[in-house]
């Protein structure tokens, strides 16, 4: 993975969003996965590399709500829309292919998580886009 493909995987996501729900994402799983891709793109522009582009629950959720605080019932609910966008994401892999060819973008985005560096109390998860490079004989 490198910062190019992980730039176009975000930026994928959000042409997907808008052209599937339209200009609000109606369901928070896709608002999360369009919380994700912004943060991914801030975070390039910021010169973060593409392993560091990685968020916790509490960041995916105060992105997608208007809250100002997080409680553990909220990382529940943010676990639960999560887990709904890895299962249905991948539902919609042959539109993220055609929405990357028509924009000559070279990866479509993949949702993944995975436990923060280090060990003990301090471990939490981590929720990230990952590019799925496309063949670009397509």
Not at 106 to 126: L, M, W
């Amino acid at each position: 993975m490198d910062s190019d493909q992980l730039k176009d995987a975000a930026l994928c996501a959000l042409k997907f969003i808008e052209i599937y729900t339209g200009k609000d994402a109606k369901t928070k799983r896709y608002k999360a996965l369009r919380a994700l891709a912004e943060m991914t793109l801030k975070d390039l522009e910021r010169g973060k590399l593409d392993n560091e582009c990685k968020y916790t629950a509490q960041d995916v959720f105060l992105s997608v709500t208007s809250s100002k605080s997080f409680e553990d019932s909220d990382k529940r609910n943010v676990n639960r829309f999560l887990k709904d966008l890895h299962d249905v994401l991948p539902t919609h892999e042959a539109m993220l292919k055609q929405i990357a060819i028509d924009n000559n973008l070279v990866a479509i985005p993949t949702y993944n998580f995975g436990a923060s560096v280090g060990n003990g109390a301090g471990v939490y998860t981590e929720h990230f886009i990952t590019p799925l490079v496309r063949d670009l004989d397509d």
